[in-house]
C-alpha cells in the first residue's frame, strides 16, 4: 500500500502571509484606514478571507457591504498571489525527500481551487504536488474529513498509510477523523489564545526539521 503526507496550505506548507498584509491593508486603505500589523493579520490567515475581511473593516457578514468587500480582498489577492509567499524554511528538502522516498505528498486546504492553483503555479509546486483537494471538489471543508479522504483515495492510499500536517485544530480534527496520524506544526499561523497541545495530534513540530524524522517512524523508513 501507499504511503502519502497530505498538507494543510496556508500557515502549515506555506507562509502566505506576507501576500495577504498587502490585500488586507489595501482594502483598508481604499476604507480611508491605517495599515494593520502584520502579526496581527497573519494569526487570522488560517481563518480564510471572510475572517480577514471582518478583520479589515471590522464588519460582521450580515453586513449589507460584506460581500463586496470581502471580493474586493480576493481580487487584491489575486493580484499579489505568490509574490512574497514561499515554503516555510526546510520544506524545499523535506519535499524532495519524500518524492525520492516514494511518497506521495499533496494538500488539502480550505482555501478555494482558483486561489490555490493560482499560488502553487506561482511558486512552481503545481507539478510536484500529487494531489490538490479544496472546497471545490468536496461538499463540506475542513474540519469534515471528506477532504483527506478523497486525497488519500485519489493517490491509493489507504488512511492509517496516510499523514496530515496542519496548523489548525480544525485540521487535526480533520485527520483524525479520517483516521490518519496527525502533525500540528507549532510555526504555523496560530492565534495567541489557542493552545496546540489541546488539540489532540499526534504528534507536535515545533519546527519543518521535527516533520522528517516522524514519518520515518510513522512509516517505518529512511527518507
Known sequence: MNNAVLFDLDGTLLDTAPDFIIAVNQLRRDHGLENLSDETITVQVSNGSAVLTQLALNITPEDPSFASARQQLLDYYLDCIGTRSGLFPGYKSLLSALKDAGIAWGIVTNKPLLYSQALLEKLQLADDCNVLICPDHVEK???????????????????DNTIYVGDHQRDIEAGNRAGMKTIAVAFGYIEPSDNINTWQADFIAEQTKDIKPIVESVFSCKI
Not at 471543508?141 to 488512511?159: E, M, N, Q, V
Open 141 to 159: 471543508p475542513k474540519p469534515d474529513p471528506a477532504g483527506l479522504l478523497l486525497a488519500a483515495k485519489t493517490l491509493h492510499c489507504a488512511s
